[in-house]
């Protein structure tokens, strides 16, 4: 397929994006020696399926709604599904239509996107992405303004996929997880990690499906990676205590994912995590990915 990408380049740092789809990151690469080498997991280049792109933006909420949508004030707000395959409305809408480039100058560049109740969603609103590419690091900041007379809840999440091996390790300080029944929607919450959950010390990607929400979360994360002696720590600014992860069996990618909201927080009582903008109020989640040499 043919889409216009546009590249950033600072230092050892390589940044790809792709505005008219979902204003989806394609690569984040990181120079070694004379070759680059992924950070993030790549996009193929073929795919418009956003799952395949290296990151993605969740706005205006993140993960999943059940109900059908959800109640505000006394009034019912319907979503549709969004994604083939998936039971439930699924990250919101943002990553479902193009982005326009706002300005770029060197090493950063802001997307936007005007969204007026996209596919009959109840969400009307402004949102942007700021990249910008520090001399180690990347910084994403992700906004969203409300431009609806009456207001809604929002929510705001990144979606970045990380390439690992058998060797790398993680670390993601959390005192707890929402665990799930059939489907990915949480039915209780526990302290008790299961088998491999346990990510409070660094520890191997190995072991089966995590598609879950852990609580408790430091706002920041390390990823080390021995074999290429450098590690990329993922912080998160006013964090509220939430991240997600997705760890997928015996495939060479995982998520963690900087969200402000848990699961189907629209149907939890008090929707937490869940910010209720007026119109003209602006939520933003402030994101950074720092890499660093092992030593």
């Not at 600072?10 to 789809?21: E, F, H, M, N, V």
């Not at 204003?23 to 680059?36: E, N």
């Not at 792109?53 to 505000?72: D, K, M, Y």
């Not at 007026?116 to 969603?121: A, L, Q, W």
Request: negative net charge; aromatic residues 12%.
């Amino acid at each position: 397929m043919t889409a216009d990408i546009i590249t950033l380049e600072a230092g050892k740092q390589r940044l790809r994006l792709i505005p008219s789809l979902g204003g989806s990151v394609a690569a984040w690469d990181w120079k070694a020696g004379d070759a680059w080498a992924p950070l993030f997991r790549p996009w193929d280049g073929q795919s418009e399926e956003r799952y395949s792109f290296a990151c993605f933006p969740l706005v205006p909420w993140s993960n999943r709604i059940t109900g059908g949508g959800f109640e505000h004030d006394g009034v019912f707000h319907p979503v549709k599904l969004n994604k083939p395959g998936e039971a439930y409305p699924i990250h919101g809408d943002g990553w479902m239509q193009p982005w326009q480039v706002q300005d770029q100058g060197d090493g950063a560049i802001t997307l936007a996107l005007e969204s007026h109740r996209f596919d009959g969603d109840p969400y009307d609103y402004r949102s942007t992405q700021r990249f910008i590419l520090e001399p180690h690091a990347l910084r994403i900041e992700l906004s969203v303004t409300h431009h609806g007379e009456k207001p809604l809840p929002y929510g705001l999440g990144l979606h970045p996929y990380f390439v690992r091996n058998e060797r790398t390790l993680l670390q993601s300080p959390c005192d707890g997880v929402w665990l799930a029944g059939d489907d990915p929607i949480p039915v209780s919450h526990t302290t008790e990690f299961p088998p491999t959950w346990d990510y409070n010390q660094p520890a191997p990607l190995q072991g089966p499906l995590i598609d879950n929400c852990f609580t408790g979360w430091i706002g920041e994360s390390v990823i080390s990676y021995p074999d290429r002696g450098i590690s990329i720590t993922m912080t998160m600014d006013d964090c509220n205590g939430y991240s997600l992860m997705y760890r997928p069996p015996d495939l060479p990618f995982f998520c963690l994912e900087p969200i402000t909201q848990p699961i189907d927080a629209f149907h939890m009582p008090g929707q937490p995590g869940l910010a209720i903008l007026n119109e003209g109020d602006t939520f933003v989640l402030k994101s950074r990915f720092a890499v660093s040499a092992l030593g």
